[in-house]
């Protein structure tokens, strides 16, 4: 019996269900089936602690590229984890840490406010630049490839943008209506914008035309970033896809925010971006 095998009965740190946050769920939510999976919930060691994870991925194989599945402000909560398997039916290994575990649970917070405040504003990004390191040590522990890719949603979006800059093992990155810009601070010391020459993995950004907290206008400002001179060659090939009708969180099954065309087109564009820049997954039901 592997490691992976023996622990994910151990990390009793994930939350089950959906983010208190986010109840009732939408009747539009999305289950994937687990049939022919192999799923539970682990525990990376980083330093001096365990960060629980999810993972997914097929049941039969001994070697699969790696996903990592970086969360909303919700955690790891159920949204994230059928996302893996959506990743693990198409022939990864999909893992989603939990990366707010040392400041909180946001599983049990129920006002959005209180839970931006409390948890997801005290993460620090070094710290989740670490995290991520970390879980691509113990992925390959694990019988992960060195194709790896990563992608985020909303919270998790603008962190795809930063390991794309950190993590040079990184081929591809999608991100999800991650934030641009912003005022730096002590935790965030940087955001995508500033990091665009940079890039050491092309990112597909993923955005919705009416998305209220991250306007056209950044996603302007960004693109051009991307086109400067000097800028890598990952930074260069990096792109962005608008969807004109759809706001934030429009791939949230869960949320009333969820446009289901829009979805399904962008979740098929992430996986031909993963498959086209060296993430051998299967693309024909995407």
């Not at 490839?145 to 390991?163: E, K, P």
């Not at 969820?258 to 086209?276: G, H, I, K, T």
């Amino acid at each position: 019996m592997s490691a992976m095998d023996r622990r994910h009965f151990v990390a009793g740190s994930l939350a089950s269900g959906f983010a208190a946050a986010v109840l009732p769920v939408s009747a539009t939510t999305l289950t994937t089936s687990s049939e022919g999976l192999a799923q539970g919930e682990s525990e990376i060691p980083v330093g001096d602690i365990a960060l629980p994870a999810y993972w997914a991925r097929p049941e039969q194989g001994e070697a699969w590229p790696l996903v990592i599945v970086v969360q909303e402000i919700f955690g790891v909560h159920e949204h994230i984890r059928d996302v893996c398997r959506r990743f693990a039916r198409r022939g990864v290994l999909a893992v989603a840490p939990e990366l707010f575990v040392r400041q909180g649970d946001p599983s049990q917070v129920g006002d959005i406010s209180q839970l931006m405040r409390d948890i997801v504003s005290r993460v620090p990004d070094a710290q989740v630049m670490a995290d991520l390191d970390a879980t691509i040590s113990w992925a390959r522990s694990q019988g992960a490839t060195d194709a790896v890719a990563i992608t985020g949603f909303c919270w998790g979006g603008r962190i795809s943008w930063l390991y794309a800059a950190h993590q040079p093992a990184i081929r591809a990155a999608v991100a999800w209506y991650g934030r641009l810009t912003g005022t730096a601070t002590e935790l965030q010391p940087q955001h995508p914008v500033d990091l665009a020459a940079d890039l050491k993995a092309p990112v597909l950004g993923l955005y919705g035309g009416l998305d209220r907290g991250i306007p056209l206008q950044d996603v302007q400002q960004m693109r051009r970033a991307l086109e400067q001179e000097g800028v890598s060659v990952a930074a260069r090939a990096s792109r962005f896809v608008v969807y004109p009708e759809a706001g934030h969180g429009f791939h949230a099954d869960y949320r009333a925010s969820y446009r289901d065309v829009d979805a399904r087109a962008a979740f098929a564009e992430c996986c031909l971006w993963m498959r086209d820049h060296g993430i051998a997954l299967d693309t024909r039901d995407a």
